[in-house]
């Protein structure tokens, strides 16, 4: 079966907004940080010009009512992604919209129907206000706190805090779920990040939350394959031979 071509129309803006993964900075050159690497190998691929706009914030979650948030206050936690995205992303009129949301949220406890409910209104007037722009939801990514046995362990205690604190991967596998199905009812690309690099702990820096040079990387890969092989736009510069 022949599938959907979700695009064929090169991207002219292309907003990429989520947490400190996505604003990054934690491996001293931004060339690594994996929206970096995504945006430029869809410049290089689709051969017209693009702008990208990086609208990720440290320590960022979904909604006020999540636990984590505000909790480092000046740390970028606020506003929140529902507070912020008519500003950040619809105001500016971009073809291309990238959310990655489920890592703080989840690593606090932030119940299920909550945050899928602000994501949620989140998608729904994007896509109200940008129905033709192509939509990519990446999944939580992966991090050792998600093993709960591990982060069990005496030296992980209070780590990043109580409220940051939660172990195990229940939620946060509940989460990624619960965006793939918001993407595919929204007419959007699911990108699942979390099985490519769960149990990788050799992708992580010693924070145990960002991603170094290689595992940033492979996201941005991950995420430039997922959208090539169901949008033509960034096979339109090379010729068949």
């Known amino acids: 079966m022949i599938r959907d071509d979700l695009r064929a129309e090169p991207v002219r803006k292309l907003i990429i907004m989520g947490e400190s993964n996505v604003a990054g900075g934690f491996n001293g050159e931004k060339t690594y940080d994996w929206a970096e690497v995504f945006a430029r190998l869809m410049q290089e691929f689709q051969g017209d010009d693009m702008e990208f706009l990086n609208k990720g914030i440290s320590s960022n979650v979904i909604s006020p009512d999540s636990p984590m948030y505000n909790l480092w206050e000046g740390h970028g936690s606020v506003p929140s992604a529902i507070e912020r995205f008519r500003e950040d992303v619809i105001n500016h009129n971009p073809d291309m919209v990238v959310y990655a949301y ?31 722009s192509l939509l990519v939801l990446v999944s939580s990514y992966w ?77 941005g890969h991950a995420v430039l394959g997922e959208v090539a092989s169901r949008c033509s736009f960034l096979s339109n510069k090379f010729p068949r031979h």
């Open 102 to 132: 489920g890592l703080n949220d989840s690593r606090c406890g932030h119940p299920l129907k909550s945050f899928l409910g602000a994501y949620e209104s989140i998608i729904r007037d994007t896509r109200e206000a940008l129905p033709d």
């Open 143 to 219: 991090n050792l706190q998600y093993d709960a046995e591990t982060w069990s362990a005496p030296e992980f205690e209070n780590f990043y805090s109580d409220k940051a604190n939660l172990g195990g991967d229940q939620l946060v596998r509940s989460y990624n779920e619960g965006i793939r199905t918001l993407a595919a009812q929204y007419n959007g690309l699911f990108v699942n990040v979390y099985l490519l690099l769960e149990g990788a702990t050799w992708l992580l820096n010693r924070d145990y939350c960002h991603f170094n040079e290689i595992g940033s990387s492979i996201i």
